[in-house]
């Protein structure tokens, strides 16, 4: 158990539907990140946050949205879904070293 | 641009010793990292090089050369639970709260 939880572990939505994916990071961690996984495809990085602000940006559409609340919580915002947005979403929280520790993910299927 | 290699599958034997490749071009070099991932489930953390050198770390090693651009993990003393793909990562500029930026992985079939 790495510390990180998201929420949901799975969900199963329609084409053109909007979905918030949930992510609590490891106590005391600031930094949040936010990653798909697509099938045979590599983590690819979306987005970051530290303490409240964006920080990187990766390679996120701009359907998709984040945020990070002062709870340090973070939410992952996927609109006007496609097919193509199945996947399988990681969240990552890192400590000062710079160690990411992944959540178990959230398993999309866009029907 | 942001480039990393390593071979998209491999297979080895039980007991046995393994040598996943990974070479990296990228913007910026804050530390390399190697994570594995079972199907389906999260990565977890393995071994982490920000110096040239090898780090040693029970069964599995991590070798870093900065000037080639270049690592490998070392798996020894196989078991059939490390049958899992191996990704190869590279933190970029940001130091430490820096993000990381991941190969396809390699996966690692261990047979009897």
């Known amino acids: 158990d790495s510390g990180v939880t998201q929420t949901p572990k799975h969900l199963i939505t329609a084409t053109g539907q909007r979905v918030t994916l949930r992510c609590s990071p490891r106590?005391?961690?600031?930094?949040v990140y936010w990653y798909q996984q697509s099938l045979d495809q590599g983590l690819q990085f979306l987005i970051q946050y530290y303490n409240g602000e964006e920080r990187a940006k990766g390679n996120i559409l701009e359907r998709f949205s984040a945020q990070q609340f002062p709870d340090l919580h973070s939410e992952l915002n996927l609109s006007s879904l496609e097919l193509g947005d199945s996947a399988l979403y990681f969240c990552a929280s890192s400590d000062f070293m710079g160690e990411q520790y992944f959540g178990p993910g959230t398993r999309l299927t866009v029907t | 641009g942001q480039n990393i290699d390593q071979p998209t599958e491999m297979t080895a034997t039980e007991g046995a010793i393994v040598q996943i490749n990974c070479t990296y071009q990228t913007s910026g070099f804050n530390g390399l990292f190697w994570y594995q991932q079972h199907a389906g489930e999260a990565p977890t953390f393995l071994s982490y090089n920000v110096l040239d050198g090898l780090e040693e770390k029970g069964r599995f090693s991590s070798f870093l050369s900065r000037s080639k651009g270049y690592s490998y993990l070392l798996l020894k003393e196989l078991q059939m639970k490390d049958s899992a793909s191996y990704l190869c990562a590279v933190k970029g500029y940001g130091g430490s709260q820096g993000n990381l930026i991941f190969g396809k992985g390699t996966k690692l079939s261990v047979k009897p």
């Open positions: 106590s005391g961690d600031l930094s």
